[in-house]
């Protein structure tokens, strides 16, 4: 009987795996889990299998939604722990000189305030980088407001010049100066030398005439290849305006023969949002504070309007659509009725 029974019982194995087969190579039975997406694997190739199909980097997601009847005490401290870090951090942030200053045109002092309001009278967005940028810090650009006139910081970049590319600031350029009359002390035959003048020579021998005036474009698709190209003959806030400046303008004066290497903006792209230009200039009376200048719209208004427009298409267009109510009227319902009306004034 010892002998019937003990066949008839089942054979006893070894203990279930925890874990079960691997997922990887389902040859084996799994020893680990990667912590953040739960894979179950047997060694350190199908671990390594893992991360490179899956692209894991196997690091737990502090942040991962657990629902409240699976959240344990180890889920807590582990949220607990990760407010203390990011507490720390921002308390590192705040005595870091170098990160404190993270947003822009926040809390702007009264002169940059004053400054950024006249450009835009005068159509010019003007912005300002964060304290800690050495672009914001080397910036000498101001506003007068006694004579109501900007003196702007300007970069000059001459990259034909020989040997190599030379760079030359003006710290103080007033707006109601034409481009040439900045440009003659660098490029007019009668020029004063002055350090690093030797290496413009080939600049003055072609004058004016041969160079073109190219404007570094800010806050335009692909702006690091873009220019905007100036007209020497008007003022610099003329040339300024409807352009976005970042602190102060950067200048190119390019030979022509070598501007193809130049991605300018033509005019037909610069104002690709307006259906219609205005050739004629509207006069303005100049006096002691006020300077004869051209606005030309922004380009984000004029993406506004042309968005406002195309929003008034579309709801003509479903006002169109609509049922037409056909018992009281001769055919046309009431609001087409005051749209013909007001049509036809």
């Known amino acids: 009987m010892s002998s019937a029974s003990s066949d008839s019982e089942p054979e006893t194995t070894g203990p279930v795996p925890r874990l079960g087969p691997c997922e990887?190579?389902?040859?084996?039975?799994?020893?680990?889990?990667?912590?953040?997406?739960?894979v179950k694997t047997c060694c350190l190739n199908c671990v390594r299998i893992h991360k490179m199909e899956l692209k894991?980097?196997?690091?737990?997601?502090?942040?991962?939604?657990?629902?409240?009847?699976?959240?344990?005490d180890r889920d807590l401290l582990s949220d607990?722990?990760?407010?203390?870090?990011?507490?720390?951090?921002?308390?590192?942030v705040k005595r870091d000189e170098k990160k404190r200053f993270t947003r822009i045109d926040k809390d702007l002092p009264i002169h940059l305030f004053k400054l950024k309001m006249a450009a835009r009278d005068r159509g010019?967005?003007?912005?300002?980088?964060?304290?800690n940028f050495t672009r914001h810090s080397i910036n000498t650009t101001r506003y007068n407001y006694k004579t109501n006139i900007i003196s702007w910081r300007v970069e000059w970049i001459f990259p034909n010049a020989e040997p190599h590319v030379i760079k030359f600031v003006d710290e103080k350029c007033l707006e109601t100066k034409r481009m040439s009359e900045l440009l003659d002390k660098y490029l007019g035959l009668d020029a004063e030398p002055f350090e690093g003048s030797k290496a413009l020579t080939y600049y003055k021998s072609v004058g004016f005439s041969g160079v073109k005036v190219l404007l570094r474009a800010e806050k335009v698709k692909g702006c690091a290849q873009k220019f905007f190209e100036?007209?020497?003959?008007?003022?610099?806030?003329?040339?300024?305006?409807?352009?976005?400046?970042?602190?102060?303008?950067?200048?190119?004066?390019?030979?022509?023969?070598?501007?193809?290497?130049?991605?300018?903006?033509?005019?037909?792209?610069?104002?690709?949002?307006?259906?219609?230009?205005?050739?004629?200039?509207?006069?303005?009376?100049?006096?002691n504070n006020?300077?004869?200048?051209?606005?030309?719209?922004?380009?984000?208004?004029?993406?506004?309007?042309?968005?406002?427009?195309?929003?008034?298409?579309?709801?003509?267009?479903?006002?169109?659509?609509?049922?037409?109510?056909?018992?009281?009227?001769?055919?046309?319902s009431s609001e087409e009725s005051i749209e013909l009306s007001g049509d036809e004034k």
């Not at 990887?24 to 739960?38: F, G, I, Q, S």
């Not at 607990?80 to 590192?92: I, N």
């Not at 010019?124 to 304290?131: C, E, K, S, Y």
């Not at 303008?249 to 193809?260: E, G």
């Open 56 to 72: 894991c980097d196997g690091i737990r997601d502090r942040t991962k939604f657990i629902r409240v009847k699976d959240f344990t």
């Open 124 to 131: 010019i967005a003007l912005q300002f980088l964060a304290q």
């Open 290 to 332: 006020q300077m004869n200048r051209r606005k030309r719209p922004l380009l984000t208004e004029k993406v506004a309007i042309e968005k406002q427009k195309q929003i008034e298409k579309e709801i003509k267009e479903d006002k169109k659509k609509k049922a037409k109510n056909l018992l009281f009227t001769t055919g046309y």
């Open 24 to 38: 990887v190579c389902a040859a084996n039975e799994a020893l680990y889990t990667c912590p953040k997406c739960e």
């Open 230 to 287: 100036l007209d020497p003959s008007e003022s610099l806030a003329e040339n300024l305006s409807g352009k976005c400046i970042v602190e102060f303008p950067i200048v190119f004066v390019v030979l022509k023969d070598h501007a193809y290497n130049f991605d300018i903006i033509t005019p037909d792209e610069e104002f690709e949002y307006e259906e219609s230009k205005n050739t004629e200039k509207e006069p303005v009376i100049a006096n």
């Open 80 to 92: 607990y722990r990760l407010l203390e870090e990011c507490a720390r951090f921002v308390y590192g």
